[in-house]
């Protein structure tokens, strides 16, 4: 069964970090971009940030810039998304997703983790 697996979640207080992961079970990541979701209760989903296949190319959206950095091991299969200087703001599900190119049409989602910045 090709699935994605977030991990990392958690409660944090303002300022501080979590890391976020998201692992390929039943395929492989290398031939995707891999896109980084949130949703917080009551908002619509929004692009957090982006990384190529190669992993050469990274986008983000302006609310997390400098803040937050993905990366990818294709050797572990695993893409990550380091979150530092974390804001109440930042409190939703994440999720990650497939897609062929950065700009393109999303494949498949993960089922998303809770993410909850308070103090």
């Known amino acids: 069964q090709l699935q994605l697996v977030e991990s990392g979640g958690g409660l944090v207080q303002p300022g501080g970090s979590l890391r976020l992961s998201c692992a390929a079970s039943?395929?492989?990541?290398?031939?995707?971009?891999i896109g980084w979701f949130r949703q917080a209760p009551g908002k619509e989903r929004e692009g957090v940030s982006c990384i190529s296949m190669s992993g050469g190319s990274t986008n983000y959206a302006d609310s997390v810039k400098g803040r937050f950095t993905i990366s990818r091991d294709n050797a572990k299969n695993t893409v990550y998304l380091q979150m530092n200087s974390l804001k109440p703001e930042d409190t939703a599900v994440y999720y990650c997703a497939t897609r062929y190119y950065c700009s393109g049409p999303v494949g498949a989602w993960g089922q998303g983790t809770q993410v909850t910045v308070s103090s």
């Open positions: 039943g395929f492989t990541l290398d031939y995707y971009a």
